[in-house]
């Protein structure tokens, strides 16, 4: 576990990174909804790769995926805890709500914010959705694992997650990404290898499990729709290798964008690669494990695939970032990056708040 503070520079990188990993993913609705990640590598080398793309609005701006993350840092005001923490973040994602013109938010999400009420005694939570499986808490909640990083804090880690997912999804499949993707950024914040990542997940959800049952809320209807979550990573980390958290990860070979697109759909619940809550952190991990210290290699495989490469970009670029910083990164891809200015400012307050102020 980490026994001194990580850089403010690589929680600037986390932020800044994921909000590339968006954008980049998203193209402004054209790759997000693109099938073919082939395509989208060729429209790519037709801009000049990577380093010709100047990642700024109109053409290149953030998605729901980093609004709703930005708002996670409501999880921000010091010394705020338990329930009123919880009604502060549904505040927030309800006023984030109102900065989705052309960000193309999911049904879910539309549905789940309209059904909170903060402020109103457990105004905070919504009823369960069988068909709430979507990827819009995995792909919002990094910030809580750069916010309680550490192995002592898994519990929190454990409530935060769950409870700000199932906000907007309350269904196993889906809110259980939002505990993937947090608990991967504390892990990176960590410095854990790579290869042991998804075995601990596993041994995790037992724990999410206990919690949910113990918090009460809908419990028989959780119960039920939990199993294919786990089944689905324990399937995949079985494919790679895994299983046990020893490497080296199992790819298939050859392994290109094409092979990628059949590849991920097995991933998927529905066909659509990167949609739902156990399969945007599952590609985001296979990209992560393939690309080393390659923003390019990560940005292929993460961002440019079929399917929905915006959140699995969001997701990719926030680990990448904590373990790479912004070196061999082109400026153009994060520079002038919208809303740029509002991921360095809550980097540094998620920062301070995890680590104390005088950490730089």
């Not at 850089?7 to 193209?27: E, T």
Request: with cysteine.
């Amino acid at each position: 576990s980490p026994s001194r503070a990580p850089p403010r520079a690589a929680y600037r990188a986390a932020m800044v990174l994921s909000g590339a990993g968006d954008a980049l993913g998203y193209r402004n609705q054209r790759w997000e909804y693109c099938p073919s990640g082939p395509q989208i590598h060729a429209e790519l080398a037709q801009l000049g790769g990577l380093g010709g793309i100047q990642a700024v609005p109109p053409d290149w701006p953030v998605s729901d995926d980093t609004v709703l993350h930005l708002t996670d840092l409501s999880l921000c005001p010091p010394g705020l805890e338990g329930e009123p923490l919880l009604q502060e973040l549904a505040r927030g994602y309800v006023a984030a709500m109102g900065d989705m013109e052309g960000r193309k938010p999911g049904p879910t999400s539309i549905l789940g914010t309209s059904q909170l009420r903060p402020g109103e005694p457990a105004g905070y939570r919504i009823p369960f959705n069988p068909s709430a499986t979507g990827c819009g808490a995995a792909m919002r909640s990094m910030a809580i694992g750069l916010r309680y990083p550490r192995p002592t804090e898994l519990l929190t880690l454990i409530r935060l997650s769950v409870e700000s997912g199932r906000m907007t999804h309350h269904h196993p499949t889906g809110y259980l990404g939002a505990l993937a993707s947090a608990l991967f950024t504390a892990y990176a914040v960590q410095g854990l290898p790579l290869v042991q990542w998804g075995a601990g997940l596993l041994q995790t959800l037992p724990l999410a499990q206990t919690y949910v049952q113990d918090a009460g809320v809908d419990t028989q209807p959780n119960l039920d729709a939990w199993g294919y979550f786990p089944q689905k990573w324990a399937w995949y980390l079985a494919e790679r290798g895994l299983a046990k958290g020893h490497g080296p990860p199992r790819f298939p070979s050859p392994y290109g964008p094409a092979e990628r697109d059949g590849i991920y759909q097995t991933f998927s619940l529905e066909g659509w690669a990167g949609r739902s809550g156990h399969d945007a952190p599952m590609i985001a991990y296979d990209a992560l494990l393939g690309a080393g210290d390659r923003w390019d290699e990560l940005c292929s495989r993460a961002m440019f695939h079929g399917g929905d490469s915006d959140s699995t970009g969001v997701i990719a670029g926030c680990c990448w970032g904590l373990a790479h910083g912004l070196a061999g990164v082109p400026e153009g891809n994060h520079r002038h990056l919208e809303y740029r200015h509002r991921m360095e400012a809550a980097a540094d307050r998620i920062h301070a708040l995890a680590w104390g102020e005088s950490t730089l």
